[in-house]
Nanobody, 136 residues
Framework: QVQLVESGGDLVQPGGSLRLSCATS????????VAWFRQTPGKGREGVLG??????????????FYIDSVKGRFTISSDKAAKTVYLQMSDLKPEDTANYIC???????????????????????WGRGTQVTVSS
């Protein structure tokens, strides 16, 4: 059974940095794509449709994707030995405030197309999220 557990969220001032971790289990690490989504309660749709895909990594070939608003500020990476995916966030802005949620989907299950966000909304596995608040 796929399990994803996020950690690292915190209250940080604008311009600050945080590193989020997504600890994974239940699947061969390099056969999945893992992504970070974010969601703000009361903003947009509820549930998975209201989650904004932020960044993804194909753990088989290393292909990485970022949305434009975080390019140059966020870095996604993975540690195969630790079975963990990280999101290093720097130069944080108030608009980055959200619950950051980790998702994963098999590269071989027939759903995946890069960057993987749509497939994860339909058939992915999800963590519960970690709260990031950017405020002075």
């Amino acid at each position: 059974q796929v399990q994803l557990v996020e950690s690292g969220g915190d209250l940080v001032q604008p311009g600050g940095s945080l590193r989020l971790s997504c600890a994974t289990s239940g699947f061969p690490f390099d056969t999945y794509s893992v992504a970070w989504f974010r969601q703000t309660p009361g903003k947009g749709r509820e549930g998975v449709l209201g989650r904004e895909g932020v960044s993804s990594i194909n753990l088989r070939d290393g292909t990485i994707f970022y949305i434009d608003s975080v390019k140059g500020r966020f870095t996604i990476s993975s540690d195969k030995a630790a079975k963990t995916v990280y999101l290093q966030m720097s130069d944080l802005k108030p608009e980055d405030t959200a619950n950051y949620i980790c998702a994963a989907i098999s590269l071989d299950g027939g759903w995946y197309e890069p960057p993987g966000f749509a497939a994860m909304r339909i058939a992915g596995s999800w963590g519960r999220g970690t709260q990031v608040t950017v405020s002075s």
